[in-house]
């Protein structure tokens, strides 16, 4: 179906030519956060139809590919990825490293000869 062209009746153009997009490959593109512009070429159009077309689909789809890379992270964190548990830490939590450092805190001693 991909590549075929489809008479739809509009309001004001009746029989304008519209291509057949395939919505699906359009929605599992944006859920790897592909740009309307990557989107556009592989689906063979333009990047202004392809927002005005699909713009709502493509920012669903892009929504859902966050959740899924952020399932992901949540669930590497659970099994005991140090390297993810720091991560979240810092990033939800907002949890910091502090360098504690008492040696610094006197004045060195000073004379004047």
Do not use: H
């Not at 959740?67 to 990033?91: E, F, H, P, V």
């Amino acid at each position: 179906m991909r590549g075929e062209t489809t008479i739809m009746p509009t309001p004001n153009n009746k029989g304008k030519k519209y291509k057949t997009i395939d919505r699906d490959l359009v929605f599992r593109l944006a859920s790897i956060q592909c740009t309307y512009r990557e989107i556009a070429e592989a689906v063979g159009t333009s990047e202004p139809t392809i927002k005005k077309r699909f713009g709502d689909l493509i920012e669903a789809g892009r929504a859902q590919g966050r959740q899924s890379l952020r399932r992901t992270q949540w669930d590497k964190a659970l099994k005991g990825d140090t390297k993810m548990l720091i991560w979240l830490g810092k990033n939800i939590l907002k949890q910091r490293d502090q360098v504690e450092n008492d040696e610094g805190n006197t004045p060195l001693p000073w004379e004047d000869k």
